[in-house]
């Protein structure tokens, strides 16, 4: 998501911003029009006047390019600070976490949410790439089930658990479900737009970011409740 416009974003950010937007607004048309198979990169670079050098400085592949995924994982700039809310991160006194582990994921996730950006482009025409694409469902897949061991991992630490401890991997199973899930409703839900992602018409970007932290807030209550907790 992006800052509103008042929100202080410097003209560096802005153009990076514009350029990230352009190159996943272009790729999603042609391949809407040709294909994934169907246009090269250069072509793609060529139709926003940019060049292949700047094309890899924002995606690794075509493909993430019309995912708009990008090559860091959101998670990690809030990893350390995830590891030290927990107990493994204790002095050895006994004392308890600082946070409980749940509620330190939905922290997690909240801030990595909050630092994703949404090309305005129509999202029914995105589905309907990832439904004729199978390389682009093969490609989101490979990537979330990455960030979903990676995530596994980052409980470990944080519980002082052995590497491949199967609570971590069914805990991190269970929330990265819940962040996709609930992203799906937040670009389902208009929130007061007539047409178009979140973050366009009336609705500002920080009423969208509000609005995606309420949908997760809930999401993972509901999975509280689910053990009792």
Same mark, same amino acid.
Do not use: W
């Given at each position: 998501? $992006?800052?509103?416009?008042?929100?202080?974003?410097?003209?560096?950010?802005?153009?990076?911003?514009?350029?990230?937007?352009?190159?996943?607004?272009?790729?999603?048309?042609? /391949?809407?029009?040709?294909?994934?198979?169907?246009?090269? !990169?250069?072509?793609?670079?060529?139709? =926003?006047?940019?060049?292949?050098?700047?094309?890899?400085?924002?995606?690794?592949?075509?493909?993430?390019?019309?995912?708009?995924?990008?090559? #860091?994982?959101? =998670?990690?700039?809030?990893?350390?600070?995830?590891?030290?809310?927990?107990?493994?991160?204790?002095?050895?006194?006994?004392?308890?976490?600082?946070?409980?582990?749940?509620? #330190? %994921?939905?922290?997690?996730?909240?801030?990595?949410?909050?630092?994703?950006? !949404?090309?305005? /482009?129509?999202?029914? #025409?995105?589905?309907?790439?990832?439904?004729?694409?199978? +390389?682009?469902? $093969?490609?989101? =897949?490979?990537?979330?089930?990455?960030?979903?061991?990676?995530?596994?991992?980052? !409980?470990?630490?944080?519980?002082?658990? *052995?590497?491949?401890?199967?609570?971590?991997?069914?805990?991190?199973?269970?929330?990265?479900? %819940?962040?996709?899930?609930?992203?799906?409703?937040?670009?389902?839900?208009?929130?007061?737009?007539?047409?178009? *992602?979140?973050?366009?018409?009336?609705?500002?970007?920080?009423?969208?970011? +509000?609005?995606?932290?309420? =949908?997760?807030?809930?999401?993972?209550?509901?999975?509280?409740?689910?053990?009792?907790?």
């Amino acid at each position: 998501m $992006k800052e509103s416009a008042t929100g202080g974003v410097g003209p560096r950010e802005r153009r990076r911003r514009e350029t990230y937007a352009a190159l996943t607004t272009h790729a999603r048309t042609l /391949t809407a029009e040709r294909g994934l198979n169907g246009f090269t !990169i250069e072509e793609l670079c060529e139709g =926003i006047g940019v060049s292949r050098r700047t094309f890899f400085n924002y995606f690794a592949t075509k493909e993430d390019a019309v995912l708009g995924a990008k090559t #860091a994982d959101p =998670i990690e700039p809030f990893a350390a600070g995830f590891v030290a809310s927990g107990p493994a991160a204790a002095d050895g006194s006994g004392s308890a976490p600082l946070l409980p582990l749940k509620d #330190a %994921l939905l922290e997690l996730f909240v801030a990595a949410f909050a630092t994703l950006e !949404i090309p305005r /482009t129509d999202v029914r #025409a995105f589905m309907q790439a990832m439904h004729d694409e199978p +390389a682009l469902m $093969k490609r989101m =897949i490979d990537s979330a089930m990455h960030r979903q061991r990676a995530l596994a991992e980052l !409980i470990c630490q944080r519980e002082g658990l *052995p590497p491949g401890d199967p609570y971590a991997d069914l805990v991190a199973t269970l929330v990265s479900h %819940l962040g996709m899930s609930s992203f799906q409703q937040f670009v389902g839900d208009d929130g007061g737009c007539s047409a178009g *992602p979140p973050g366009a018409g009336d609705e500002s970007d920080l009423e969208a970011r +509000a609005r995606l932290t309420a =949908i997760l807030t809930s999401n993972f209550s509901h999975a509280a409740r689910l053990f009792g907790s």
